[in-house]
């Protein structure tokens, strides 16, 4: 009769087990970034950055529409590669993953959000910057940070006013991102009365820039604006310091202000020139940043660089629209989505109708004593 009631009892508990895994849904959350190549540790941050948030998100619990559901990352590398890119959006809508973060590159994002668009799947990108990117009217894309037109400009304005330079001299990468931030800061030095004394043209690729680093020192300027990333702008540091060009001033967007740069300079001296911008506060004024970031680093130790807290709240945004909405399905939380008023470490996000950030921060940076240090 024991061994009766205790069969019983365990084929009753199996089914009660049963039921409960078949209540709790699997709801995926797809990443895209540079997890190859030279851009590898940008997309490597920004991939912890997203595993960090769905691992909270499971630790706390999540329920949709009534269900109890897991939360399941589903990482594609795109290597920087605009055509890597599209094709990694094609196997997320394939997958009907629920939503997605990413990519890191606006030379990657803007086709991609092209890929998406078809597919009906929401994007939040925690990173690239163009403003084209929000222009094209697509309903499904949403930007977690300030574009070019506040980096490039905030910049060239700091240049202007504040370190009354003269000349400068500019020079882009040729992709998305590059050639739009350099873009902007030409327009808004010369209206600052600014002379632009050379613009010199390179890809994402090189790493020998003394060609053009010797044509640009027969100008002499004040200073360089390079529109593109750090492991491009770190040799070209170094090779600026073996020029003699140790006196100008070096400008950049958020794509040359990560750690990584300090190692890619080789301790170069011409570090302490850099002047950079990100599009969102520093990681002491953020609402949450420095207990966020104490987690992080206990978690991925000396892996940041520069966005994984934006690919964490982005995580948040997409799983609060969903939970709001009450549904994964993306065309019933898209609405949720685009009015959402969530409260996240890097801000108090909530989006304008084109999709961009509303009432972004920027901040400048400076490196001294081998720290990045936020001038304003």
Sequence with gaps: MQVKLNAVVTAA??????????????VKIGHVGPISGAQAHYGKDNENGARMAID???????????KKVKLELV????AADPKQGTA?????CDAKVAGVVGHLNSGTTIPASSVYNQCGLPMVTPSATNPKLTQQGFKNVFRLLANDNALGAGLA?????????KKVAII???TAYGQGVAEVF???AAAKGIQIVDEQFTTDKATDFMAILTAIKSKAPDGIFYGGMSPQAGPMLRQMEQLGLTNAKFFGGDGICD?????????????GNVVCAEGGASLDKMPGGKAWKDRYDAKYPKQFQVYSPYVYDAVHVLVQAMVEAGSTDPKVYLPKLAGINFQGVTTKVGFEADGELKNPAMTLYVYRDGKKVALN
């Excluded at 909270?56 to 009534?66: E, F, Q, S």
């Excluded at 990694?88 to 997320?92: E, P």
């Excluded at 304005?157 to 330079?165: D, G, I, Q, S």
């Design 186 to 188: 030409k327009k808004t």
């Design 259 to 271: 750690q990584e740069i300090m190692k890619l300079s080789g301790g170069a001296k011409t570090i």
């Design 88 to 92: 990694a959006a094609q196997k997320l």
């Design 75 to 78: 990482a594609e590398d795109d």
């Design 56 to 66: 909270d998100l499971n630790a706390k619990g999540v329920t949709i529409g009534g």
């Design 13 to 26: 508990a199996m089914l009660f087990a049963g039921a409960s895994m078949a209540q709790e849904m699997v």
């Design 157 to 165: 304005l700091h240049a202007a006013n504040n370190l009354k330079l």
């Design 172 to 174: 882009d990468d040729r």
